[in-house]
């Protein structure tokens, strides 16, 4: 895949963020998108993203932390059928398991879930439906979405850009005042595997 910068994001969750939206909605027109996809959730590191939408894998990893952003690095973006030694030498090692050693050279998108599924239970596949409502605002990409994650229903808001300023000054702007959550640890929250948050 083509370099592509680390981002810096800010994002916030709640069981409503109408009023952000709204303030969204006066900064810029919307472009809106649904999806459905599957993330990968793994017990074993809250430093690796992996989600699966329209029969793409798609890994970022964090790579650092700056007052309160968090720094995402694309590192794999591949269609299936997935060639094995891309499972083995990356999606694997980025979830924090070991690889099985794989029945053929590629595996198609429901031969690779049902090889999770006969894991240890480390891994957990998430159905997650996505309502994306995305804005440019000057150096920064902002959305607002509403989420079902395993049909729970969630609203989120997230902030990003190379530029960790303009992404701090427009979390500003818009008043936000939550902690940075990023969708590995919201979902985690959802499975019950991370604290829940108080205050939403």
Not at 92 to 121: C, M, Q, W, Y
Request: with cysteine.
């Amino acid at each position: 895949m083509d370099e592509i910068k680390p981002r810096y994001e800010f994002r916030v969750w709640a069981e409503t963020l109408v009023s952000v939206h709204e303030k969204l909605g006066r900064l810029a027109q919307p472009k809106i998108a649904e999806s459905e996809e599957t993330y990968l959730i793994s017990k074993a590191t809250d430093k690796c993203n992996i989600k699966i939408r329209a029969a793409l894998m798609d890994i970022k990893v964090l790579v650092a932390e700056d007052r309160g952003l968090e720094q995402w690095r694309p590192v794999l973006k591949a269609g299936f059928p997935l060639e094995s030694f891309v499972i083995t030498a990356q999606v694997f090692p980025s979830l924090g398991i070991s690889s099985p050693v794989l029945p053929k050279s590629a595996l198609e998108l429901n031969e690779f879930l049902d090889l999770l599924r006969h894991t240890d239970g480390t891994v957990a596949i998430v159905s997650v439906r996505k309502t994306r409502h995305q804005f440019r605002i000057e150096a920064c990409s902002a959305e607002y979405s509403h989420i079902t994650i395993n049909s729970v229903p969630r609203d989120t808001v997230a902030v990003e850009s190379v530029d960790p300023d303009a992404v701090l000054r427009l979390v500003r702007e818009l008043g936000i005042t939550q902690a940075n959550t990023s969708y590995l640890r919201e979902i985690k929250r959802v499975l019950g595997w991370a604290p829940q948050q108080s205050g939403f």
